[in-house]
């Protein structure tokens, strides 16, 4: 579409963070059957690097249909692009999400990728212990 070149090579450090949040996960079978069609370059299997941020469980879902729209798009138009680069997800979770007020989802993640932020102590994080500087950040973050 866009008459982007492939890639043909990727450098360790330079992945691309992507963040979700708020339950929205990724389905590895969705992420598969896209690839297959849109993208064959890119193998089937391929995944971000998983960086936890609080109680996460079940990422990737194994369900489809509880997967999140917004996380298999942000990685579908991503992989293309940036292919044979990997990417590196930052799964954040906030107790918030519940009552739709979605505060503790960035604090998470500042947080976890720097520890100096944690003195924070009313930042309407997650179920979990701040994970202070847990994770290097990528050089490129997005949050959409």
């Not at 917004?70 to 940036?82: G, K, M, Q, R």
């Not at 003195?119 to 973050?141: A, F, L, M, R």
């Amino acid at each position: 579409l866009y008459n982007i070149t492939d890639g043909d090579k990727s450098v360790a450090g330079n992945e691309l963070g992507i963040v979700q949040s708020l339950g929205d996960v990724y389905s590895q079978e969705d992420f598969d059957l896209f690839f297959t069609s849109v993208a064959p370059q890119i193998p089937t299997g391929t995944h971000p690097n998983l960086k936890a941020i609080g109680d996460i469980v079940d990422v990737p879902t194994t369900d489809v249909s509880k997967s999140g729209s917004e996380s298999s798009l942000d990685f579908e138009v991503a992989y293309p692009i940036i292919w044979p680069q990997n990417t590196v997800l930052f799964q954040t979770e906030s107790e918030s999400h519940d009552n739709h007020t979605y505060g503790g989802f960035v604090n998470n993640l500042l947080e976890a990728i720097d520890g100096s932020y944690c003195s924070d102590t009313d930042d309407e994080g997650g179920k979990g212990k701040d994970q202070c500087g847990i994770y290097k950040p990528t050089n490129v973050i997005s949050i959409s």
